[in-house]
């Protein structure tokens, strides 16, 4: 098990940037794929961006592709989320996540393929 627990989040202003940070615990960080999901209020969670282990294979959902970045550092036992150009329609709660997969398995994009899940961070961007 890994327990997850996320930061960074707060009020921004449209066109703004915010770097959303997860914290994991656990001996074995470096074998989880890694992803960020976020529920607005009132939808259903939505994939944002997923990682692989060694940090070079990263997966984004297109709403967000050429604004978010996904990086980690498995020194630190860190999730990162780099959000820039934000949008008021990018105010939602935002989760990480950690999927322990098969080698050479793609990065999933479900919630039910991540087993484990942060408490969330608010992210609020004002127009």
């Known amino acids: 098990q890994v327990l997850l627990a996320e930061s960074g989040g707060g009020l921004v202003q449209a066109g703004g940037s915010l770097r959303l940070s997860c914290a994991a615990s656990?001996?074995?960080?470096?074998?989880?794929?890694m992803g960020w999901f976020r529920q607005a209020r009132g939808k259903e969670r939505e994939f944002l961006a997923g990682i692989k282990w060694n940090g070079e294979d990263t997966l984004y959902a297109d709403s967000v592709k050429g604004r978010f970045t996904i990086s980690r550092d498995n020194a630190k036992n860190t999730l990162y989320l780099q959000m820039s150009s934000l949008k008021s329609e990018d105010t939602a709660v935002y989760y990480c996540a950690a999927a322990r997969l098969q080698l050479g398995t793609s990065i999933p994009i479900t919630t039910v393929a991540f087993g484990s899940w942060g408490q969330g961070t608010q992210v609020t961007v004002s127009s």
């Open positions: 656990g001996r074995t960080f470096s074998a989880y794929t």
